[in-house]
């Protein structure tokens, strides 16, 4: 990849960053970090190591589970982890006077070479308090990485969340598009929803920088602009087009005309009442686009113009050998015009002998969320294929992933973060994360162990107990133990084959096969439990004694 295709927008790129969004660099973090590591340098912390757990409390858009993506980009950062010169001389003139320049040269000695980084895989379903990154390494360098591994997976992971979670509403046979970028949060935010949104299960964007990126298939159609630039079919510059067996030119026009006029008693509409604009301007896009013809039909009227006009045009490019492809509906009643629109297609079908007629495809656009899929599947629709943008991309039911970044342990000692909301304080220690399963196949529980202990076994009974309500337990004999955390990232090395993001993708739907259909209803979803062992029961409610101040009261 060469620096352009990152470096796109005018970021600034460095050698040794080719491989990420040249946005995504040690100083894309908050300030208060690097104010932490002088102070931690200053008072002689450079060799204490420490243990931090990047993980959610809630799940997002009142669901009962997460899709794990950024994990790939998290490692890109820490390949290439490293303040160039022109970053520390702008953070001498940044922080306060005073700061020693010896702390300059260890900044730009830093790399994440020494850091490991533990995580599930992406695109795996995730739970509240499981921790989905766990790294550790020397406490400063690991404190620096936390705003800039925060934001690369809140945001992605939101978004496949978001994503696959339309796909669950919308069925495996329906075609999503992602059409959001004029609407999403920036550049960035726009690729990044385009790139996630195929990873939760879309099957293109119309972002075309997204598509070169990252090789997510491009679709798409026109814009109304294209139907009302042109007002009489005077205004055609060409009506020719070669026939696409004989090659012999054709006027496309002249045979439009000719069928809209027999189609106007056959669909019943009079062609006076139609806009001839729209008659010159699908045959404009005809011309253009003989064998993908797509045409926006709710310009002027659905029923009494663009139906009309798209049958006449797409009849006349079957005649010289071509099949159009479908129409795009952007307002009105979704669920009546698809209806119709299916109608009258089945009709020109039988009426001309064109079978393929009855396969067209009927794209749907205009402020769809959730819901509205819900609805237009209750009331009935023929709709093949969702255009969906603004509540996409901007996750209108939530708009943002509350990922933390929480110490744990620091020189082999746990650390806990207390409360008063309970639901807040962390789980100390560093910990690994078991999902047991049960004999059909489908996730029981996610248990959270210390390191030390033996991981839980197939068909042996294993006590998991919800970490902060000690009456809630339950033993549970798993028929398949899955252990979640692999090594992604040690000795300076990416340590697994990293998957693309095609298998990213197959591995969200995988993932969310072994989640029972309760955890994923849209209404009142079933909580997934998340339970911590007897022993890190135990050590936490300790610590939990150990750390809480005894109140005087007086
Ligand atoms: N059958 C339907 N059931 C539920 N919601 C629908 C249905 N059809 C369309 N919608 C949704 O209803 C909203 C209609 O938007 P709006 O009131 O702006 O109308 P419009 O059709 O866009 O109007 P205009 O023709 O002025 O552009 C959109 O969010 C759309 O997704
Ligand atoms: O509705 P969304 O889910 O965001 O999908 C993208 C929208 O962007 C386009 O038009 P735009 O909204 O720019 O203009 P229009 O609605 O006035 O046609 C398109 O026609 C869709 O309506
Ligand atoms: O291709 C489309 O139809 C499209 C693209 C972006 C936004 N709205 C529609
Ligand atoms: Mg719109």
Not at 457 to 478: D, N, T
Request: negative net charge; proline residues 4%; glycine residues 8%.
């Amino acid at each position: 990849m060469n620096d352009r295709e990152f470096g796109a927008g005018g970021q600034f790129m460095d050698r040794g960053r080719m491989n990420q969004n040249g946005v995504v660099q040690p100083l894309l973090t908050d300030l208060y970090q690097i104010t932490m590591a002088y102070a931690y340098w200053k008072s002689d912390k450079t060799d204490d190591t420490a243990v931090f757990d990047l993980f959610f409390r809630n799940n997002p858009f009142h669901g009962e589970f997460t899709i794990f993506a950024g994990l790939e980009e998290c490692l890109k950062f820490l390949d290439s982890f490293h303040y160039s010169q022109s970053d520390i001389e702008y953070l001498k003139q940044t922080l306060p006077e005073g700061i020693e320049n010896e702390f300059f040269e260890y900044l730009g000695n830093l790399t994440a070479r020494d850091v490991t980084l533990f995580a599930i895989d992406e695109g795996t379903v995730a739970f509240p308090r499981v921790p989905i990154i766990k790294i550790e390494g020397p406490l400063i360098i690991v404190q620096l990485l936390e705003t800039t591994l925060l934001t690369l997976v809140n945001y992605a992971s939101l978004m496949a969340t978001n994503a696959a979670r339309y796909r669950m509403v919308a069925g495996k046979h329906v075609k999503l598009l992602e059409f959001g970028l004029r609407r999403a949060q920036g550049p960035d935010g726009g690729l990044s929803a385009s790139k996630y949104s195929y990873t939760g299960g879309f099957d293109g964007t119309s972002n075309v920088l997204a598509g070169k990126l990252f090789n997510i298939p491009v679709k798409g159609t026109h814009a109304h602009a294209y139907i009302t630039s042109f007002s009489s079919v005077g205004e055609l510059k060409t009506r020719l087009i070669k026939h696409k067996q004989t090659g012999i030119m054709e006027d496309l026009l002249e045979r439009a005309i000719h069928h809209r006029q027999m189609l106007s008693h056959v669909l019943d509409v009079s062609t006076e009442e139609s806009s001839e604009g729209e008659l010159a301007a699908m045959v404009s896009y005809a011309i253009a686009f003989p064998d993908g013809f797509m045409a926006l039909v709710d310009t002027y009227d659905v029923k009494r113009s663009g139906l009309l006009n798209f049958s006449a045009v797409a009849l006349a490019l079957n005649d010289l050998g071509y099949h159009a492809l479908g129409i795009r509906i952007d307002s009105g009643d979704l669920a009546y015009l698809s209806c119709l629109a299916r109608e009258t297609f089945e009709k020109v079908a039988e009426r001309f002998k064109v079978p393929w007629f009855n396969k067209l495809t009927i794209v749907a656009s205009n402020d769809i969320n959730e819901d509205t899929i819900l609805s237009l599947n209750e009331q009935g629709h023929k709709i093949d294929c969702f255009g969906i943008g603004t509540h996409l991309v901007t996750c209108q039911r939530q708009p943002a992933l509350g990922c933390v970044y929480k110490l744990v342990e620091i020189n082999g000692q746990p650390r806990i973060k207390l409360s008063q909301d309970v639901e807040k304080v962390t789980m100390p220690g560093n910990k690994n994360a078991y999902r047991l399963y049960s004999a059909d196949g489908h996730a029981l529980i996610d248990l959270l162990q210390k390191v030390s202990e033996p991981p839980p076994a197939v068909g042996q009974k294993v006590l998991c107990r919800h970490p902060f309500q000690e009456s809630k337990r339950a033993y549970v004999i798993p028929s398949h133990v899955e252990s979640l955390y692999k090594v992604y990232w040690k000795s300076g090395k990416i340590c697994q084959q990293l998957p693309t993001l095609e298998q990213v993708r197959e591995k969200v739907q995988i993932s969310l096969k072994t989640l029972r259909n309760d955890h994923k209803r849209t209404l009142n979803p079933t909580p997934y439990k998340v339970a911590v062992s007897d022993n890190l029961y135990n050590f936490i409610h300790d610590l939990w004694l150990q750390n809480a101040p005894i109140g005087e009261l007086s």
